[in-house]
T-cell receptor, first 112, second 116 residues
Framework: AQTVTQSQPEMSVQEAETVTLSCTYDTSESDYYLFWYKQPPSRQMILVIRQEAYKQQNATENRFSVNFQKAAKSFSLKISDSQLGDAAMYFCALYYGQNFVFGPGTRLSVLP | GAVVSQHPSWVICKSGTSVKIECRSLDFQATTMFWYRQFPKQSLMLMATSNEGSKATYEQGVEKDKFLINHASLTLSTLTVTSAHPEDSSFYIC????????????FGPGTRLLVL
C-alpha cells in the first residue's frame, strides 16, 4: 500500500524566517508525482508545488522549494521569508496511476 | 487557469432529503474528477473517482447508493447525497485532474453540508 506520512502535526515560524515541513512516503511505483497543497482557513485547497519523481532537480516556486530525496522517499517543503498568509494546513500528496494519497497534514502558524 | 467551481458552498437540509452538489472545471476539460470528504481537523478522505461517461469508482466503505456520482461531461460532475442523515454532515470537496497524465489536481472551494 502507498502511504504518506507527515510527522509534524503542528509547526510555527516567525514572520520572515524559514521553515521546513517534513514528508515521507512509501510506494512501490517507479512513476509517480509528489505535491504539496495548502489549505488556509477558507478551506480552499491550493497547489503549492509539484515534483516529478523522474526529475532529480528539486522543484521551486518563488519562496517555496522542495528537498526531494528519492532513495530515502523524503519530500520536504521549505518556505522562505514566511508571511502571515502562509499560515494554513499543508498536505503532502502522492500521485500514481490516477490514485492520490494525502498525508495527515501539518498546521503551520506564522508569528508576527 | 485551472479553476474549479463547486456549488452550492453551503447547504442545510432536513433528514431524509437528497442534496446535489455540482463540480465544474471552468477553463479546462477534466477527464477525471474526484470527490473527497473532510472531517474537522483531518485530511481529505477520497470517496470516489469519476471518469467522463463511465461509472464512478468508489473507495472501500463508501456506499454507492448513498453517494451517487454522475460525470456527464468533461467539465461537470455531480455528487448526490441521497436520503441524507445527520451523520452525512461534512465538508465535501471535488477536484479535477489536469496535466499530461492527469497528475495534478485542482480543487473546488468545497461544500459544507449540514443535515438536521
Amino acid at each position: 500500500a502507498q502511504t504518506v506520512t507527515q510527522s509534524q502535526p503542528e509547526m510555527s515560524v516567525q514572520e520572515a524566517e524559514t521553515v521546513t515541513l517534513s514528508c515521507t512516503y512509501d510506494t512501490s511505483e517507479s512513476d509517480y508525482y509528489l505535491f504539496w497543497y495548502k489549505q488556509p482557513p477558507s478551506r480552499q485547497m491550493i497547489l503549492v508545488i509539484r515534483q516529478e519523481a523522474y526529475k532529480q532537480q528539486n522543484a521551486t516556486e518563488n519562496r517555496f522549494s522542495v528537498n526531494f530525496q528519492k532513495a530515502a522517499k523524503s519530500f520536504s517543503l521549505k518556505i522562505s521569508d514566511s508571511q502571515l498568509g502562509d499560515a494554513a494546513m499543508y498536505f503532502c500528496a502522492l500521485y500514481y496511476g490516477q490514485n492520490f494519497v494525502f498525508g495527515p497534514g501539518t498546521r503551520l502558524s506564522v508569528l508576527p | 487557469g485551472a479553476v474549479v467551481s463547486q456549488h452550492p458552498s453551503w447547504v442545510i437540509c432536513k433528514s431524509g432529503t437528497s442534496v446535489k452538489i455540482e463540480c465544474r472545471s471552468l477553463d479546462f476539460q477534466a477527464t477525471t474528477m474526484f470527490w473527497y470528504r473532510q472531517f474537522p481537523k483531518q485530511s481529505l478522505m477520497l470517496m470516489a473517482t469519476s471518469n467522463e461517461g463511465s461509472k464512478a469508482t468508489y473507495e472501500q466503505g463508501v456506499e454507492k447508493d448513498k453517494f451517487l456520482i454522475n460525470h456527464a461531461s468533461l467539465t461537470l460532475s455531480t455528487l448526490t447525497v441521497t436520503s441524507a442523515h445527520p451523520e452525512d454532515s461534512s465538508f465535501y470537496i471535488c477536484s479535477a485532474s489536469y496535466g499530461t497524465y492527469g497528475e495534478t489536481q485542482y480543487f473546488g472551494p468545497g461544500t459544507r453540508l449540514l443535515v438536521l
